[in-house]
């Protein structure tokens, strides 16, 4: 920045929430005010700084270069307020806190939330905020706390530690068994993920797209419709074993790739009771 400007932190909480909620209204939703009022606050804060930190559109909020120059400073202040705020709720040994996940919808339904009551009973001051996505998270910005992700590795400052590596193979209904030797894919019908960037998306597309008869955006779907007789779907063998309906059915033409399961935290909140209690039983399940 080349003049000196007034920044007061409720000014960088406010940018946060913008750059983080993308459109005015998510934002107002989030601070509980109405669009408008919201939309005129941004425009004060901009004529007080003497610049426009967002450019408005259709499609949302786009940051300009002076945003982007103070985000990295909100997101410190973030952490030292919610540290400070651990530090002073701690009243007992107990770890006292929230803290955000982000992992597949398939971990969160299948691995996280048949566990939650034993979690619970043993930390009973933790509070879990639970979010599903695949997409990639940088953690210098915060977007949670803890990130479960397949095959992609997390970006930014951050503890990382690879779980486990496992081969994605198709399962289903034990009728889709062969009753000898093994199946081809080109007559199963495959539920599969939308996504088509992965090692394993990429093969089905290449050689059995006539076979992809279901395409979802949640693989929670995919393992309910497999559940169901509907067809094969394609998970890592060591969490397809543990979907105690399905089965792994044995092919000829597939060669299967081997994706890692990694799991991160960004550095600057890894060691705090709350997260680290978290961490340790999500390690567990591996």
């Known amino acids: 920045m080349h003049k000196s400007i007034d920044i007061k932190a409720q000014d960088l909480d406010f940018i946060l ?6 459109t005015l209204t998510e934002a107002a939703k989030y601070l509980g ?4 009022t919201l939309s005129r606050q941004l425009t004060q804060l901009e004529e007080r ?13 786009t940051p300009g270069p002076l945003a982007l120059e103070l985000l990295p400073h909100a ?4 952490v030292v307020i919610r540290n400070a705020n651990h530090a002073t709720a701690v009243t007992s040994e107990q770890p006292v806190g929230e803290v955000t996940i982000s992992c597949a919808d398939a971990i969160a339904d299948r691995m996280l939330a048949p566990l939650l009551g034993q979690f619970m ?31 992609v590795r997390p970006e930014g400052d951050a503890i ?20 000898q030797g093994r199946a081809s894919l080109a007559d199963l019908p495959i539920l599969h993920r ?24 949640r693989m929670t779907t995919c393992i309910l419709a497999a559940e169901q007789g509907a067809g094969v779907v394609f998970l890592p063998e060591a969490f397809g074993k543990r979907v105690a309906s399905l089965v792994a059915i044995p092919v000829s033409d597939w060669d299967p790739p ?5 799991l991160a935290a960004p550095r600057v909140v890894r060691k705090l009771k709350h997260v680290d209690a978290t961490w340790t039983w999500i390690k567990k399940m591996f």
């Open 17 to 22: 929430v913008l750059y983080r909620k993308k």
């Open 33 to 36: 005010l109405e669009q408008s």
């Open 49 to 61: 700084l003497g610049a426009t930190l967002f450019a408005r559109h259709r499609r949302g909020l």
């Open 75 to 78: 997101e410190r202040m973030e």
């Open 121 to 151: 009973s043993e930390h009973p001051h933790i509070r879990l905020k639970i979010m599903s996505s695949v997409e990639i998270v940088n953690l210098d910005r915060l977007d949670c706390d803890i990130a479960l992700r397949l095959g």
């Open 160 to 179: 990382i530690t690879k779980l486990s590596e496992s081969r994605i193979i198709p399962f289903g209904h034990p009728k889709f068994l062969p009753t």
């Open 194 to 217: 939308s996504e088509m960037q992965s090692p394993d998306s990429r093969q089905l597309q290449k050689n059995f797209p006539q076979s992809l008869l279901m395409l979802s955006n």
């Open 258 to 262: 081997t994706i890692p399961l990694y």
